[in-house]
């Protein structure tokens, strides 16, 4: 289908930065809610845990390709997909639409009784300009580039006032389109607006516009924010920022320091008001859930050895001062220390999404901890078509977890669940829940010793829990002095179709003769239990 610019409500061409977002269509569109303790994905009037996966960049640029991956990605256990979508392909002409292979994907992930994320992958990916359309690409003038060591390099300049008008009026297309032929379906749940951006190769962009600019006042609408947020900046920022005076006017290098620091977070702010501006026209098309993903850093990488400018922890507020209309920030997470960068993110009023991460064994396991211990919303290992076992190590955990999805959803907003993962370096973890000091550690028994574990445990009532996972046990300690505590009764069994089916009572060997309530190393298992108290 193609869509000439001049057929454009015009409330797409006028909506800018400011635009503030509209309510979503109506009660039952994809949004975000914030229920009880945490912020859930709504759709259709129901919390809705994604788990998903996401496509290689090319992959879903073919339909013949992708027809027959979804079969197989269903009987995964998946209930969603996340995909790019390229603005070349999309508007391979200025000011022409294609909107077939949207409508392909769409009816495509229907039939399967999939939902998808489209990337929007425009003017950035990975932070470099490769899927921009060709008419952009050959007019350097027209759209600028950045700078690196004295040469233009194939990354479009964030300050660019013609690129950013160019790229939102695309994606406003876009999301008008999505609009007219999924707003009933629900099909598209969010969007990804660009993808890890960011300057490659250099701090930031060395061009003679860029370098006015840094010379140039910090613009105030930054420094008041971080003067009114700044009991709650992010640590780094605020020691920065304090370092150098606090200062509320002056240079980029007098308000943040001559470092490649000061480099990044005005490569931060060129970006964010870029991308806050393309997702504010968007959302006036047609407001779903918009978030920004990252493509994670160490604490002591330099920039430009990254992306300098995405949204790394340190710098989200920077791109909160830019704007609204983004809903969360997001990161790419392939580090071992998984749980740590999840809580880095799950912060300030952050929702957990994990758009890109690991899959296999690690991804089967890290999964618990970012539904349970962080309350996520979403996971969705890269690659996914690379993985499509449906008994493999993913797909098991995928296919526990959808079993359970509402009633996890139900004790996430209720703050009485916890995930976590285990191994020989980390063999234990302790929380408090249902009353009881609960302490979690690798299984033992009869000699045998789990290398690893994972899993979610959560309070079902007065002295009940239920569990799900693999390879560890658990023992309670009563949080107040009075009587000690048993285990009265483990039962393992299922959830079907929302009901609990009871399987076997597990109070002889499975569960050590009472001392602990265990979870057998060689499979998932979903398992109650009761316990009791005595002097």
Partial sequence: MRIPLRALPTLLLLAGLSATPLAAQDPAAPHLEKRGVTTQLIVDGKPFIMLSGELHNSSSSSLDYMKPLWPKLTAMGLNSV?????????????????????????????DNHQRIVFLWLASWKNGMSSYAPVWVKQDTRRFPRVVEHGAEVEILSPASAATQEADARAYAALMQHIKEVDSR???????????????????????????KAFA??????????????????YPQLRALWEANGARTAGSWAE????????????????????????????????????????????????????????PEPWVVDVWKAAGSALDFYSPDLYASNFAEWSHRYHRDGNPLYMPETRGGAAGAANIFYALGEEAGFGFSPFGIEDEMDEKGDLAQSYKALAALAPLLAEHQAAGD??????????????????????HVTLDEIFGYHADSGYGLLMATGKDQFLGLGKGFRVSFTPRAAGPQVGIAAVD??????????????????????????????????????????FE
């Fill in 417 to 438: 669940v916890h995930g976590f993962t285990l191994d020989k370096n980390n063999s234990s973890v302790d929380f408090t829940l249902g009353g009881y000091t609960v």
């Fill in 255 to 310: 308000v943040f320091g001559d470092t490649t620091r000061a480099d990044e977070i005005f490569m931060a702010w060129h970006y964010a008001r870029f991308i806050q501006a393309v997702t504010a026209k968007g959302k006036a098309a047609y407001n779903l859930p918009m978030y920004v993903n990252t493509w994670l850093a160490g604490d002591a990488t330099t920039p430009g050895d990254f992306p300098s400018g995405c």
């Fill in 492 to 533: 393992d069994g299922s959830f079907e179709n929302g009901a609990w089916v009871p399987g076997r009572r597990l109070n002889g060997d499975e569960n050590d003769q009472g001392k602990g309530w265990r979870f057998d190393p060689r499979h998932l298992s979903t398992i109650k239990v009761t316990l009791y108290h």
């Fill in 82 to 110: 996340v995909t790019p979508l390229s603005w070349e392909l999309v508007e391979p002409v200025e000011g022409h639409y294609d909107f077939a292979l949207v409508d392909g994907l769409l009816a495509q992930a229907r």
């Fill in 216 to 233: 140039a006042p910090v613009p105030p609408e930054l420094t008041a924010y971080l003067k009114a947020h700044r009991d709650n900046l």
């Fill in 185 to 211: 379906d629900h099909t598209v749940l969010m969007m990804q607006v660009e993808n890890e951006v960011g300057v490659l190769g250099d701090s930031r962009d060395h061009s003679p516009a860029a370098n």
